[in-house]
T-cell receptor
Framework: EAGVAQSPRYKIIEKRQSVAFWCNPI?????LYWYQQILGQGPKLLIQ????????DSQLPKDRFSAERLKGVDSTLKIQPAKLEDSAVYLC???????????????FGQGTRLTVV | AQSVTQLGSHVSVSEGALVLLRCNYS??????LFWYVQYPNQGLQLLLK??????LVKGINGFEAEFKKSETSFHLTKPSAHMSDAAEYFC????????????????FGQGTILTVHP
């Protein structure tokens, strides 16, 4: 079974530039998450999709971050314009997400390491 | 609101020694608890999870954790450390949400870096 695929693995941009990350979840997984992991911290949820609908985006800085999952499969996370404090690893995860249960295991991709200079 | 506290950002043990990584949680509803491991430049891999069944949970690579409701703890242990266990470990909590809230969302602790000395 293929895992969660993310690209690119690494990205270096200058502040005020824009950047996009791509995620392809495990086939059949209805739920997709984007997490931000700043160095020395645990991952923090940015946005959660159930199929192509947003379940939770309460911690997404909507003035600069946007995400979509148009066909309920792969997803794109965009930052525009980037700030220095956006330097982090962006992790995508997916889970089956069947029903109202919190015990569905989330599978993580390898992440995209973003450096903003 | 949920939160997770991992006591000790760095833990160092000798190869063959007991590994104990501490995690305490706060949740207003019964939690589901997880331990993940992260190797350098890799994503997170699930070690084990507690989902309201047996309180002693066994995971991969010889790790286990015990859910103690009275102590709000979910500490991770391994009887004998191996060099390959060196990594960062994250404790996380979620819950079966009601009323359309975001179930499945994980709240992570800050992580504990485990170093294993020969």
């Amino acid at each position: 079974e293929a895992g969660v695929a993310q690209s690119p693995r690494y990205k270096i941009i200058e502040k005020r530039q824009s950047v996009a990350f791509w995620c392809n979840p495990i086939s059949g997984h209805a739920t997709l998450y984007w997490y931000q992991q700043i160095l020395g911290q645990g991952p923090k949820l940015l946005i959660q999709f159930q199929n192509n609908g947003v379940v939770d985006d309460s911690q997404l800085p909507k003035d600069r971050f946007s995400a979509e999952r148009l066909k309920g499969v792969d997803s794109t996370l965009k930052i525009q314009p980037a700030k220095l404090e956006d330097s982090a690893v962006y992790l995508c995860a997916s889970s089956l997400g069947q029903g109202r249960t919190g015990n569905t295991e989330a599978f993580f991709g390898q992440g995209t390491r973003l450096t903003v200079v | 609101a949920q939160s997770v506290t991992q006591l000790g950002s760095h833990v160092s043990v000798s190869e063959g020694a007991l590994v104990l990584l501490r995690c305490n949680y706060s949740s207003s509803v019964p939690p589901y608890l997880f331990w993940y491991v992260q190797y350098p430049n890799q994503g997170l891999q699930l070690l084990l999870k507690y989902t309201s069944a047996a309180t002693l949970v066994k995971g991969i690579n010889g790790f286990e954790a015990e859910f103690k409701k009275s102590e709000t703890s979910f500490h991770l242990t391994k009887p004998s450390a191996h060099m390959s266990d060196a990594a960062e470990y994250f404790c996380a909590v979620t819950f079966a949400g009601a009323g359309g809230t975001s179930y499945g969302k994980l709240t992570f602790g800050q992580g504990t870096i485990l170093t294993v000395h020969p």
